[in-house]
């Protein structure tokens, strides 16, 4: 009854009958059911471990998502839509926090992808993880995941992002530590755990630091905040740094990077569906939903750190022998692309390749699991130990395993950005938009040379992942060999689907224009609300700097030029006025535009060329054999090393933040025990010593008394006892002095 | 000489009469009784302490100044008589035990409360000095009561070397006193010495004499030593008797000795109430800080009590700051109501360390241990009575402590309140290791079969329990009855 | 006063004070309580002198032939007579001269240091007016005297009883 | 001319000899004297302030209950002390240390 | 009489009525207590309906709840005056609450029976009385009632140390309300009651400036009150450097034991600062608010070190506990109702959290009798449900969204950063640690190869899980749906909140 009071109380001003929030709704909560079904019921009274209904739950989702999409996105096609529900959740003082749901076309591509890979992934693992003891367990985990990951997309406040945040933390913590039993499985869980806690705080306290200036944690109502001014300069920039150190602990980008590869323990649909498609896109969804309140200054690092991330990631690749782990850095330098998209401004093409990315990521990990599935059993035929995942023992497959192979193979030719897939047009909108970004700001040359540097690596690592297991000789022998096989249909299936979904056709019906499909149209660059409040400020001096037309299209060398005039123009203007240099640097977005196009030609040669260069080391050394890799290893010598030791990343935390963190406690813990209890200890010390000679001390003391007090007021006790001799003279003669000290000193 | 009729009015003395006359009625059916003479003094003593207590309440509108003002009968004479009474009575119960067949002790014990009765009342130095005397030498014969006892007997010896030199140097003080006032009568003496501008060098060091006579019956540092010894070695009854009674009677003469000390002014450094701080300090520090260590129960309780005579000088301190108005008399009432807060508790805890001596013949410590678990009914009110000492609410000495320390506040003495909580808090180290050695430790070796067998509260020892433990509990909690009334008596 | 009575006087004052000396210093203990028979005498002397009749009388009658009688007693009662030169110990001698010295001093520097006042009684004999003071004035300290010497009585029976039953 | 002042100063003596007596003496019979010697200074000083100060008799009063007092003590003292040396054969004060700490 | 007056003073007839039963009769004694802790929840919850979330009560008498008044010592103008408002009725529902539970996880107690649970039910009491007293002497009273019968139940129901323990704890606490004694009487000798005129017990009189007189108002004065009756509340809590006795007493005591002292006592250091010393003295508080701030962060940075690098499991709940109970001193020292929301909203999670940890690492104790955390290791697949409810409790500690823990704790950051910005910048940095220590331990207890001695251990049982369950459900379900608790303290804690920063800092 008083529990209905609240809730009256605080649902009264939603708007719960729209249909779109009932679908929401529906798809957020369906899995949080299945989960709790299947993990207190699953195993004793479900039949299939109740498997069906998680998949019910997600697949019924999907269905729901994709109604939503295709009539509010595609069929409205209304690039500003915008609806939300919100209802009041904590409230202190007179402030009501309330939070809801907000949709819109960010949300609902989303929502689709999220759900879409999921459903499949849930698909899949019904044959992966057939005949798992904890079968159950799993798939109210995935629906913990599903949930939670769907709530983070939904989500309108910057609270209850970071709530379901935490949460798509916590379930990666179940699904990567699944076979606890292994301790490299629960390390990497904890280590997965606690990276994303370290950036979890960056963004807790930028969003503090948000809700001190505005008062609000609502997306929309912060953006419109800085629009407003409320909150600007160096704030502004420390809050949007803040809040991008959660992108960092959740996309692993550099420097907190060294979890991802090691989750790849989880089990292989978990690292597909978490550690590539949704969860670790999480951290780039974040910035894209906060792309309007970020700086330049703020803008910049993060363009730096997602491109060092991206290179750095894909060197690291080209040393692994682990499959997963080569798709894990893979993962990471992806990620470091599309942050790095973002960061130099290029908004739309950071979360393309954040779509694209999901469908052929999931397909190579969902392929490599099939491999691995594959190597297993052969392995597990000869009794041999050797690891399932490491590409030394495979070769030849794409003879036992065709679909596997040909999808597999689709999927890395998006990867690698060959035309016609959807990895190209988004990865070459990336290149494109750091080139740009260089053009207008030449002392800036590293970021697409951190771009392009990966582009060539991941065409090479990704070839040399294909050659290495799928062609030559199969190396584990013979007989391993007849037990391989092709994987059931249940995990083929989801196979074919995410590589047809790497496919250009899906996004744009022209394979070097992604800006003319609907998926630009649909998310074109929101204003930056920075920008538009320098804007108002610089309004009457500068008219032109503010130019927001979006799609003017000009000659190329017109718009170079145009573009170095007004590069002048505001540097000069700069002089005069610090700050608004800065607003008008900001990724280029003004005039950028010109350039964009002008440096999308350019980024498109560049990015084919480079990639057939990959293509083809990579065949050299790993398929016609013409380059030995060995002999480059040697050359390369320690950087080679490097790249083989994950540049010691791992190492140099463990001995230091880890190796600190645990100095610190047991220094604190002695000094909590040693110094603090008591002040004790070290006159405790002292007097364990003398109670060598006495003994007295540990009878009396110890006995309950260990306590500086104790010792002090024991000591004065004894000190008080010596007068008492048993001698009534001496009483007397002590009563007598005392007597007389008082008189000689306060009488006389 | 002045020949006039000489019309002596002696109605205020009706109870020591009384007390005399029963005395001597007692002496004489000791004489003639054979058997069991102590339960018949201790039955008959009793049943004459109790009539006092009603002649006293019945006089108590005799408020004034009689026989020439040697003798003041006030609410606090008759408040400190009903004390006595209570203390005598159940200290008698106590001693009954002991001395079933002797009727001498009782008759000791009461010709002491005589001494305690005239002590109340007394409001001359000689009378003061007499009374204190009557006090004091029955109880040098009553420590040695222990028969055969070399612990007795040097307990009595020690007591009486250290009485005897006392009431030397207050006689001295006194009669330096006197040389300088020229009175005897209190009162009068007071206001000859106040009205002297400054302070002469025989006002100080006859005061400082005198407190070393008053200090040493209230055991107050540093005239306290004798009080560990003649409270270890004296039988546990009389200890009873010693650590509640004779205190009180000390500090009733100390309250009368009051106006006399507040004419002190600090021409030498010495005030009234800097003198009795530093003694509160002293003593209560030097109490708590001496027993830490006891391995004798006895003993323990013994320096328990100079700290709680510390405890109860701080409201002289209080009453010496502040000679009279409305702080005057919170400072008294918290005095009295502590002491009739002490009587219970420190008798009650004296009842069961006597239960455990005669039961198992010793009251070291080790007899303790384990005894919780023997005889949790006697151990439990062992342990209400220390907690009741230590001064944790809800029992009555709390609300004694929150008295004096409510009469310090008031009174703004912050420091000598600092000094008190530290001292409180020392003093849980020993009241808590004896609870502790009572319900958490086991009887040690070859004395744990004895110890198991425990000891029971048979009926007299049962009353006497739940006399003491009755007001312990009781005076935690409603304790406004008492208080009005002691506000009463002062007003 | 006359040469005479103030050389009297002075013999007097020298009497009780050397003859307390011996009883505090003197090694034999039955040298020390015949000494304090000299202290007591010269106190009543010094009574004598100061008009005191009736206490220097009382003096030499309680103090002379009753408590010394006692202490007499005592010494041969707690010790094994053998000769009259029973030896006494002492100790702590030189330490508890520090802090008795300084009361001595201290008072010796208040006797002198004080202006006393002066209020000189007429002499004359004083037996009749302290009769009178006792049983008026101090009617109650004298009857409690009596209860007092009684219980004191009883005591000392009890203990000296107790003695008698120990052997 | 002797006066109040030599008689204080007796007394003074007198008691400061006691004290001495007291704290030094072994044998509890000369401790008994020692305090007599204290008790008779303290009677002297009554009697010497009521001839030459005061002017009134209570210190005579004083000084003869001093008296009386110290003939109840000295009774009651030698009978612990024959307690004592009946138990102890000995009326040493200083061998009585039984009682400490 | 006050439905108050029935659920304080309940337990003690329980105590009593158990105190005269059979003492070998536990079964009957066991069900005595459990009933009377019954009784006195069901009374408590049925309270809840009645209890008007719109009265703010703190420094109102007439919008205190439930109240019931007497002279007690008219000598003293003492008064058994009680009452409930937002911030005491949360906690007297924890207490009957946990109370209620831990009697059923005593039921292991095998010594003393009889004892053991007249303690219980004495203690209860006390808590019960502290928190509804709105007398201050009272309020002592019940104070130091709780000192004894824990002093006993650690004393004799403990572990090995126990004795050592027991006498730690009581120094510490005892020194601790000694001081809180000598301020109470400085503040009672200078307030005036505004009806009679005299002095005053009442702290909500002695909440009105105006009826406060003499040296009280010096701001000297008002520095040394402040700081004694901050001791004497800090050594409950316990802040740092006060906080030693608790990990002591925590692995010494008894399961129930060290539920309820973590659960309920601890609570008491913070609802005393909130309930006496803010609204009595507020402007040095405000002006100390720093300092508050500075020993919560502390507490937080510390308490998590400490219980990283422990060893026994106990000892790391116990630290976590201290931990936590930094983030109530940061909360509340912001003197915003965000922040002072938070801080009771924590202390009420903390109390359910805490609790269902205690409760947990006695189920292990039980079984493998140690608590050494290296010493267990893969007990996930022989314990799955026990593992389950960890894990629930791991990170409802770790303060995890949709657990209630979260929200108290992002409360406190938001109203804590918003004036203390630096203390919680480093405060957050306490949530990487909590991480990382309960992480650990969860990997040491649970994942990796089941040790060989414990593969036959038994799952957590029925009884255990009926104490765990409704800890469980309040913990999720406070966390998804926070209003019943938070719209509790609502009005009270706003009106603080105005209170507190309507006044002028030293």
């Known amino acids: 009854m008083y529990l209905r009071q609240f809730a009256v109380g605080a649902l009264e001003n939603s708007n719960i009958d729209n249909i779109m929030f009932q679908l929401a709704i529906y798809i957020l909560l369906a899995p949080l059911v299945a989960f709790t079904i299947n ?710 | ?182 009175a005897t009568n209190l009162p009068e003496m007071a206001a000859k010495l106040g009205t002297v501008s400054g302070t002469s060098l025989p006002h100080v060091m006859g005061l400082v004499l005198v407190f070393a006579g008053i200090g040493y019956k209230i055991a107050m540092v540093p005239f306290h030593f004798w009080c560990p010894d003649v409270y270890e070695g004296s039988p546990t009854a009389v200890t009873a008797f010693f650590s509640v009674a004779p205190k009180a009677a000390g500090f009733a003469a100390l309250l009368r000795l009051m106006p006399v000390y507040v004419t002190l002014e600090p021409t030498y450094g010495v005030t009234a109430v800097g003198m009795i701080t530093i003694g509160s300090a002293m003593t209560m520090t030097l109490g708590n800080l001496g027993a830490i260590w006891q391995d004798s129960v006895k003993r323990l309780l013994a320096y328990s009590s100079i700290a709680h005579a510390g405890y109860l000088l701080m409201g002289f301190a209080v009453l010496a700051a502040y000679p009279e108005g409305e702080i005057h008399d919170l400072a008294t009432a918290a005095v009295m109501f502590y002491l009739v807060v002490y009587v219970f508790m420190n008798l009650g805890a004296f009842l069961i360390v006597d239960l455990v001596e005669r039961n198992f013949g010793g009251e070291h410590i080790k007899w303790f241990r384990g005894f919780g678990k023997s005889s949790p009914i006697p151990a439990l009110a062992l342990a209400v009575f220390l907690f009741s000492l230590i001064g944790l609410p809800p029992l009555a000495g709390f609300i004694g402590k929150f008295y004096l320390f409510s009469a310090l506040v008031k009174g703004k003495l912050f420091a000598l309140a600092i000094i008190a909580i530290a001292n409180t808090v020392v003093s849980l180290f020993y009241y808590v290791r004896l609870i502790r050695d009572m319900f958490l430790y086991e009887a040690e070796g070859n004395i744990a079969d004895q110890v198991a067998a425990g000891a029971k509260l048979k009926t007299l020892g049962g009353i006497l329990a739940i006399v003491t433990l009755i007001p312990t509990l009781v005076l935690g909690i409603f304790w406004g009855q008492l208080a009005n009334w002691i506000q009463l008596k002062v007003w | 006063m006359n040469i005479l009575g103030e050389i009297v006087f002075w013999v007097f004052v020298l009497l009780t004070i050397g003859s307390s000396m011996v009883v505090v210093f003197h090694s034999r203990i039955i040298y020390s309580a015949f000494a304090l028979l000299f202290t007591f005498f010269g106190i009543a002397g010094l009574y004598v002198f100061l008009a005191a009749d009736f206490l220097a009388a009382s003096q030499v009658l309680i103090y002379v032939g009753g408590i010394l009688t006692l202490i007499i007693f005592g010494v041969f009662m707690t010790t094994k007579i053998t000769t009259l030169s029973i030896p006494q110990l002492t100790h702590h001698r030189y330490i508890a001269l520090i802090p008795i010295g300084l009361v001595f001093y201290a008072l010796v520097h208040m006797i002198f240091k004080t202006s006393w006042p002066v209020n000189v009684l007429d002499v004359g004999p004083t037996t009749q007016m302290l009769g009178q003071l006792l049983l008026t004035k101090y009617l109650v300290p004298f009857e409690l005297a009596s209860v007092l010497l009684l219980a004191a009585l009883v005591g000392a029976m009890r203990l000296a009883r107790m003695f008698r039953e120990a052997d | 001319m002797h006066c109040l002042d030599s008689y204080l100063f007796v007394s003074a003596a007198m008691f400061v000899l006691g004290l001495l007596a007291v704290v030094t003496r072994k044998n509890a019979v000369s401790i008994l004297m020692g305090i007599e010697l204290m008790l008779n200074a303290g009677a002297l000083n009554f009697v010497a302030f009521s001839r030459f100060s005061t002017a009134n008799l209570d210190g005579h009063v004083a000084a003869l209950f001093i008296l009386i007092i110290a003939a109840a003590e000295a009774a009651v003292a030698l009978a612990i002390f024959l307690n004592l040396y009946r138990l102890k054969a000995t009326s040493e004060v200083d061998k009585a240390n039984l009682l400490r700490g | 009489m006050s439905p108050l007056t029935l659920i304080t003073f309940l337990p003690v007839v329980g105590a009593a009525i158990i105190l005269a039963l059979p003492r070998h009769n536990h079964k009957l004694i066991q069900w005595t207590a459990l009933f009377t802790a019954l009784v006195v929840l069901i009374i408590t919850a049925s309270l809840y309906p009645q209890f008007d979330m719109q009265k703010v009560g703190i420094n109102q008498e007439a919008t205190f709840q439930f109240t019931e008044k007497h002279s007690w010592i008219p000598a003293f103008n003492i008064n058994y005056h009680v009452g409930v408002d937002g911030l005491s009725f949360p906690m007297i529902l924890l207490t009957a609450l946990l109370s209620f539970l831990c009697i059923p996880a005593s039921f292991g107690i095998k010594k003393g029976v009889q004892g053991y649970f007249a303690l219980f039910l004495l203690l209860e009491t006390g808590m019960m009385g502290t928190f509804i007293a709105l007398d201050f002497f009272l309020f002592y009273v019940f104070w130091e009632i709780m000192l004894l019968p824990m002093y006993f139940l650690i004393g004799i129901w403990g572990g090995p140390r126990r004795i050592y323990a027991a006498i730690k704890f009581f120094l510490y606490t005892l020194i601790g309300s000694v001081m809180m004694l000598v301020v109470m009487l400085m503040l009672y000798f200078n307030t005036i009651d505004p009806v009679t005129g005299g002095h005053t017990f009442n702290m909500l009189h002695m909440m009105d400036q105006a009826n406060q007189t003499g040296i009280i108002l010096l701001h000297s004065t008002r520095i040394i009150m402040f700081f004694g009756l901050y001791i004497g509340f800090a050594i409950k809590i316990p802040a740092f450097p006060f906080h030693t006795w608790l990990p002591d007493a925590h692995v010494e005591a008894p399961t129930a034991i060290s539920v309820i002292l973590a659960g309920v006592l601890l609570k008491m250091g913070t609802y005393g600062i909130i309930r006496i010393l803010y609204p009595i003295l507020p402007e040095t508080t405000v002006s100390f608010g720093w300092f508050i701030a500075l020993i919560g962060m502390i507490n937080i940075i510390y308490g998590a070190f400490c219980a990283m690098a422990q060893t026994d499991l106990k000892k790391l709940v116990a630290y976590s506990s201290i931990s936590h109970m930094g983030y109530v001193m940061l909360g509340m020292s912001a003197f915003t109702a965000a922040g002072l929301q938070g801080a009771v909203f924590q202390m009420f999670n903390h109390g359910t959290i805490t609790a269902m940890l205690f409760l947990l690492v006695g189920v292990i104790y039980d079984r493998a009798h140690h608590r050494q955390i290296n010493g267990f290791g893969g007990l996930a697949n022989v314990m799955p449900r026990y593992m389950g409810i960890t894990l629930l409790a791991f990170f409802a500690g770790m303060g995890l969204p949709g657990l209630s823990g979260f929200i108290s704790e992002a409360m406190v950051f938001i109203g804590a950063f918003q004036v203390w910005k630096v203390h919680t910048i480093i405060a957050i940095f306490g949530i990487i640690i909590t991480a990382g220590y309960l992480l650990w331990t969860l990997q040491r207890v649970f994942f990796g190869e089941t040790n060989p001695k414990y593969l036959d251990i038994k799952d957590i049982n029925g009884r255990e899980l009926f104490t765990l369950i409704p800890l469980g459900i309040i913990v999720i379900f406070l966390g998804i749906w926070p209003h019943p608790v938070l719209d509790l303290m609502n009005s009270s804690l706003s009106h603080l909140a105005n209170m507190m920063s309507s006044v002028t800092p030293l």
């Open chain 1, 39 to 748: 993990i207190f019921w699953g195993k004793r009274y479900l039949p299939r471990g109740g498997d069906w209904i998680s998949i019910t739950a997600i697949w019924s989702g999907c269905a729901f998502a994709l109604y939503m999409f295709f009539t509010k996105v595609l069929g409205n096609y209304d690039p500003n839509y915008f609806q939300s529900w919100q209802f009041d959740w904590i409230r202190w003082g007179d402030y009501q926090l309330r939070i809801g749901i907000a949709l819109d076309n960010v949300s609902l591509i989303m929502l689709v992808v999220v759900t879409l890979v999921s459903s499949l992934i849930h698909l899949y693992s019904t044959a992966y993880m057939k005949g798992d003891p904890k079968y159950h367990r799993f798939f109210a985990f995935l629906s913990f995941f599903s949930f939670s990951m769907i709530g983070l997309v939904l989500a309108d406040n910057l609270l209850i992002i970071f709530c379901f945040w935490e949460l798509v933390g916590l379930s990666s913590y179940f699904l990567i530590g699944f076979w606890h039993e292994k301790d490299s499985a629960a390390n990497a869980a904890k280590k997965a755990f606690v990276a994303n806690r370290i950036g979890d705080v960056g963004m807790l306290i930028g969003i503090l630091l948000v809700f001190t200036a505005m008062g609000t944690l609502n997306v929309t109502e912060v953006i419109a905040g800085v629009a407003a001014g409320k909150m600007g300069g160096m704030a502004l920039t420390i809050a949007g740094l803040c809040l991008f150190c959660g992108a960092i602990g959740k996309s692993a980008q550099f420097p907190l990077h060294v979890w991802l590869p090691d989750a790849m323990e989880g089990p292989t649909p978990v690292s597909a569906l978490i550690h590539a498609a949704t969860m670790v896109a999480a951290g780039v969804y974040l910035v894209v939903r906060i792309f309007a309140i970020l700086t330049p200054e703020a803008s910049l690092v993060i363009a730096y750190i997602g491109g060092f991330t991206a290179l750095f990631a894909a060197t690291i690749a080209v040393a692994q022998y682990d499959i997963k782990r080569v798709l894990a850095y893979s993962t990471l330098s992806q990620l470091g692309y599309m942050v790095m998209a973002l960061g130099v401004g290029s908004y739309t093409a950071g979360f393309f390749h954040l779509v694209t990315h999901a469908m052929f990521k999931a397909c190579l990990f969902l392929g490599s699991g099939s491999v691995i599935h594959a190597m297993h059993g052969a392995l597990h035929h000869i009794h041999s130990h050797d690891d399932a995942q490491d590409m030394r023992f495979m070769g030849g497959l794409k003879k036992y395993m065709p679909v596997t192979f040909i999808t597999f193979l689709i999927a890395t030719v998006s990867l690698s950005g060959v035309p016609l897939t959807s990895g190209f047009m988004s990865k070459d909108a990336i290149l494109g938009g750091s080139l740009a970004y260089f053009m207008m700001h030449p002392q800036h040359w590293l970021l697409p040379v951190f771009g392009f540097g990966a582009a060539i690596l991941t065409a090479f690592y990704m070839f040399r992942l294909v050659y290495m297991t799928f062609f030559g000789e199969f190396k584990s022998g013979p007989e391993a060999a007849t037990a391989l096989h092709e994987s059931p249909r249940a995990m083929t299936i989801p196979l074919i689907v995410l590589g047809a979904l790497s496919i250009f056709v899906f996004y744009s019906f022209n394979p070097f224009n992604p800006a003319s499909g609907w998926f630009s149209t649909l998310n074109p660059q929101p204003d930056r609300a920075y920008e538009q409040l320098q804007a108002v400020a610089a309004h009457d001096t500068h008219a032109e700097a503010k130019s927001h037309d979006s799609h003017s299209k000009h000659e190329a060398v017109e718009k170079a030029e145009h573009n170095d005039s007004h590069g002048t123009v505001v540097e000069s203007h700069g002089e005069e006025h610090g700050e608004e240099v800065h607003a008008t640097d900001a990724g280029g977005h003004g005039g950028g535009h010109d350039v964009h196009h002008t440096a999308h030609l350019i980024a498109m040669v560049i990015s084919i060329i480079l990639a057939t260069l990959g293509i083809l080391i990579a065949t050299m050394g790993y398929y016609w054999h013409k380059i030995d890799p060995n002999v480059w290893k040697k050359r390369l010598g320690p950087v080679y090393l490097g790249m083989y030791h994950k540049w010691w990343w791992d190492e140099i935390y463990e001995y230091t933040f880890i190796g600190g963190t645990k100095l610190t406690a047991n220094i604190l813990a002695w000094f909590d025990g040693a110094v603090i209890d008591g002040l004790v200890n070290f006159v405790a010390t002292i007097g364990r010593f003398v109670s060598v000679v006495h003994g007295w001390f540990d009878l009396y003391v110890v006995d309950g008394l260990v306590n500086l007090t104790a010792w002090i007021v024991g000591i004065f006790g004894r000190f008080t006892r010596l007068f008492q001799g048993g001698q009534i003279q001496r009483y007397v003669l002590y009563t007598i002095a005392l007597v007389a000290v008082f008189i000689i000193l306060k009488v006389l």
């Open chain 2, 1 to 182: 000489m002045n020949q006039s009729p000489i019309n002596i009015d002696l109605s205020p003395m009706i109870p020591e009469l009384t007390l005399v006359g029963g005395l001597l009625l007692l002496l004489i059916v000791d004489l003639l009784a054979k058997r069991n003479k102590g339960i018949i003094a201790a039955v008959g003593g009793s049943i004459l302490l109790f009539v006092l207590m009603i002649i006293t309440i019945s006089a108590e509108e005799r408020v004034g100044s009689y026989l020439f003002g040697t003798v003041i009968q006030d609410g606090i004479t008759v408040f400190f008589r009903l004390l006595f009474c209570l203390a005598g009575i159940i200290s008698l119960g106590l001693m009954s035990y002991r001395f079933k067949d002797e009727g001498e002790p009782h008759l000791l014990i009461l010709s002491c409360i005589l001494g305690m009765f005239l002590l109340a009342g007394a409001n001359d130095i000689i009378m003061l000095f007499v009374a204190i005397e009557m006090v004091s030498i029955p109880a040098y014969v009553l420590a040695g009561y222990g028969r055969k006892d070399m612990k007795s007997a040097e307990a009595s010896l020690k007591y009486v070397l250290y009485g005897a030199v006392s009431s030397g140097m207050m006689l001295y003080g006194f009669s330096l006193l006197y040389g300088i006032s020229g």
